[in-house]
T-cell receptor
């Protein structure tokens, strides 16, 4: 049982480049979300999805896009990377009415 | 507006001591209060959680104390061990109210160091 899998684990981008952070879960969870973690800031919600075809913005959505075409996958897209997007990104999933969220191992992104 | 405030930012405890981390919240709609533990290079993992209908929950060396009237909750780690050294996050979640019933609001985290 792999749980929540994020790829890549590390990435360096140049300012203005685009990329997609991948997230896949094999627990058939309906709810998936993306967080960014910055020193002293905790975990801040970027975007979330309550099911395939349904997404919504979190606390810090600017500069990021998401889509949810399947239950398993929830990719996060950076269209034009900026140094302010240097962070560690975590994907999480959970079931409806089940409180526990399961997190992936994270993607450490550096934008230079 | 920070909905969940966590303190202290960092904490150093000697082996065998008690570690205490505190959180306070504003929104009375929150009905689930988990603590997550994160080791370096790993994602957060659920450690222990409580709902507001109880004042305390204990799992092994870890205890959550909950004060509904004060809108505060805390994590106590008894007999702290070097292996407990990690970052701890408190969080809160609202009850069933459409899409928001899944969202976790996190505190900023506490870096715990347990010296041998």
């Amino acid at each position: 049982n792999a749980g929540v899998t994020q790829t890549p684990k590390f990435q360096v981008l140049k300012t203005g480049q685009s990329m997609t952070l991948q997230c896949a879960q094999d627990m058939n969870h309906e709810y998936m979300s993306w967080y960014r973690q910055d020193p002293g800031m905790g975990l801040r919600l970027i975007h979330y999805s309550v099911g395939a075809g349904i997404t919504d913005q979190g606390e810090v959505p600017n500069g990021y896009n998401v889509s949810r075409s399947t239950t398993e996958d929830f990719p996060l897209r950076l269209l034009s990377a900026a140094p302010s997007q240097t962070s560690v990104y975590f994907c999480a999933s959970s079931r409806p009415r089940q409180a526990e969220a399961f997190f992936g191992q994270g993607t450490r992104l550096t934008v230079v | 507006q920070q909905q969940v405030k966590q303190s202290p930012q960092s904490l150093i405890v000697q082996k065998g001591g008690i570690s205490i981390i505190n959180c306070a919240y504003e929104n009375t709609a929150f009905d689930y209060f988990p603590w997550y533990q994160q080791f370096p290079g790993k994602g957060p993992a659920l450690l222990i959680a409580i709902r507001p209908d109880v004042s305390e929950k204990k799992e092994g060396r870890f205890t959550i104390s909950f004060n509904k009237s004060a809108k505060q909750f805390s994590l106590h780690i008894m007999d702290s061990q070097p292996g407990d050294s990690a970052t701890y996050f408190c969080a809160a979640k609202k009850g069933n109210s459409g899409g928001s019933n899944y969202k976790l609001t996190f505190g900023k985290g506490t870096l715990l160091t347990v010296n041998p």
